[in-house]
């Protein structure tokens, strides 16, 4: 039986937080509407705003590329909640949205501009703890093995959480994956240098898009965190990172299944 568990976070903000200002912009071939694209260009404002203030750089390698992935507003959201993970937005103030269309080209764009005070959430600054990591591919189908390598260091625990961001409650939920026996009988999460996992992929059959886009978060940390299991949603794993005593280093990773 699965049990799902609601935290709620709770974060005391410090008064000289930085204000930061960030522009998202979203064109298309008129496949949206101006609400919805509007509303992927505030997303990726926010996105914007955090890798701004914090110098984190998205990449290919840490994100897909939402215009490949059903849903495109969903997975520009998706990417910020994760990096909700490195810092939180607050007090933040969007303009109007600028909504224009290019008669010659027939491309429309929604420029949206934020304007909020970005709060970072347990930084690593020792640059002695440190890890990287690796993947085999970046797109899946049912049956198809993804291996992960990492590379640490020093020794630290590592530990893995899967985030499957659609379908409703059944999903959207953060299951830790390792060390967790269910999904992999290696348990051993002390990693003194390298670390190599296995895992079999599969298309979630209750879903009807052509693909889905999962995330995997990567946590090392100098002691054991009593981690749950699984978290109902995004913000109880937050929590456990916030009042945490230890020193932590994070990592990304996005891929795609394909039906």
Same mark, same amino acid.
Request: aromatic share 10%.
């Given at each position: ?10 974060? =005391?903000?410090?008064? @000289? ?6 522009? +998202?912009?979203?064109?298309?071939? +008129? ?32 994100? =897909?590329?939402?215009?490949?992935? &059903?849903?495109?507003? @969903? ?11 490195? +810092? ?17 080209? +027939?491309? =429309?764009?929604?420029?949206? =501009? ?17 890890? &990287? ?31 499957? #961001? ?59 965190? #009593? ?33």
């Amino acid at each position: 039986m699965r049990i799902f568990i609601l935290l709620i976070l709770l974060i =005391s903000y410090p008064a @000289n937080a930085e204000i930061v200002k960030a522009v +998202g912009t979203h064109k298309h071939l +008129g496949s949206y509407s101006q609400i919805e694209s509007c509303g992927i260009a505030l997303e990726k404002a926010k996105k914007m705003a955090i890798m701004k203030s914090l110098g984190e750089t998205v990449t290919s390698e840490i994100f =897909s590329n939402c215009s490949e992935v &059903d849903g495109e507003y @969903n997975c520009e959201r998706n990417q910020f909640s994760l990096l909700s993970l490195k +810092g939180d937005i607050v007090d933040m103030v969007p303009s109007k949205p600028e909504y224009s269309y290019d008669s010659t080209s +027939g491309i =429309s764009m929604c420029k949206q =501009s934020i304007e909020g005070k970005v709060i970072p959430i347990k930084q690593n600054t020792d640059p002695n703890f440190q890890f &990287d990591v690796q993947m085999n591919e970046k797109t899946f189908r049912t049956g198809d093995i993804m291996e992960i390598e990492i590379n640490t260091s020093t020794d630290m625990y590592i530990s893995i959480f899967q985030w499957l #961001p659609y379908g409703g409650k059944k999903f959207n939920k953060i299951t830790k994956i390792f060390p967790n026996e269910d999904f992999n009988k290696n348990t051993n999460n002390l990693v003194s240098s390298n670390l190599v996992l296995k895992y079999e992929t599969y298309f979630p059959e209750e879903i009807n898009n052509k693909m889905v886009d999962e995330y995997l978060v990567f946590v090392a940390s100098e002691q054991e965190i #009593p981690w749950l299991n699984e978290y109902a949603k995004i913000d109880g794993l937050k929590k456990q990172l916030v009042k945490s005593k230890v020193l932590i280093e994070k990592h990304y990773m996005s891929y795609v299944i394909v039906k």
